[in-house]
T-cell receptor, first 114, second 113 residues
Framework: EAGVTQFPSHSVIEKGQTVTLRCDPISGHDNLYWYRRVMGKEIKFLLHFVKESKQDESGMPNNRFLAERTGGTYSTLKVQPAELEDSGVYFCASSNTGGGTEAFFGQGTRLTVV | AQSVAQPEDQVNVAEGNPLTVKCTYSVSGNPYLFWYVQYPNRGLQFLLKYITGDNLVKGSYGFEAEFNKSQTSFHLKKPSALVSDSALYFC???????????FGKGTRLHILP
């Protein structure tokens, strides 16, 4: 069974540019989560999809961030325009619904804004 | 609001000694509780979880964790540490009502040979 995959693994962009991160969850997982970790700090919750619907987007920093999950399969997270403070590692995770099942994580995308 | 606290940024333990990595949480109701480990340049790997039942749960690589409802804690433990256990450990809680998962800030575990 394929795990959660994220693309790209690394991205270096200039301030003001646009970047789109992609996450392919484990097939059949309704829950999809995005997180960000800035160096040495917590893994901060960004948002949570259930199928194609945004269940909770309370962690999205501002309106420069846009997440989509068309058709309830893969998800994209777009940052436009990127700022220096957006640098960090963006993790995606997926899980089944309910029952205390654990979430499975992708390798993360390391975003560096210069 | 939900929160997870890992009070120690770093824990140093000599190889062969027991280790404990602390975690406390604040969430409404009875959450599911998890521990994850991250090795360098890798994603997070699931270690163990508490859903219900026995307060002591066992997981991968000889790790275990003890759920204490009165203290709202879920400390990670291992009887005898290995150098290969050196990594970053994250505690997480999952809300039973909406499946939201939040993490602590992580604790770096150093096992000294």
């Amino acid at each position: 069974e394929a795990g959660v995959t994220q693309f790209p693994s690394h991205s270096v962009i200039e301030k003001g540019q646009t970047v789109t991160l992609r996450c392919d969850p484990i097939s059949g997982h309704d829950n999809l989560y995005w997180y960000r970790r800035v160096m040495g700090k917590e893994i901060k919750f960004l948002l949570h999809f259930v199928k194609e619907s945004k269940q909770d987007e309370s962690g999205m920093p501002n309106n420069r961030f846009l997440a989509e999950r068309t058709g309830g399969t893969y998800s994209t997270l777009k940052v436009q325009p990127a700022e220096l403070e957006d640098s960090g590692v963006y993790f995606c995770a997926s899980s089944n619904t309910g029952g205390g099942t654990e979430a499975f994580f992708g390798q993360g995308t390391r975003l560096t804004v210069v | 609001a939900q929160s997870v606290a890992q009070p120690e940024d770093q824990v140093n333990v000599a190889e062969g000694n027991p280790l404990t990595v602390k975690c406390t949480y604040s969430v409404s109701g009875n959450p599911y509780l998890f521990w994850y480990v991250q090795y360098p340049n890798r994603g997070l790997q699931f270690l163990l979880k508490y859903i219900t039942g026995d307060n002591l749960v066992k997981g991968s690589y000889g790790f275990e964790a003890e759920f204490n409802k009165s203290q709202t804690s879920f400390h990670l433990k291992k009887p005898s540490a290995l150098v290969s256990d050196s990594a970053l450990y994250f505690c997480a809680v999952r809300d039973r009502r909406d499946d939201k998962i939040i993490f602590g800030k992580g604790t770096r575990l150093h096992i000294l040979p």
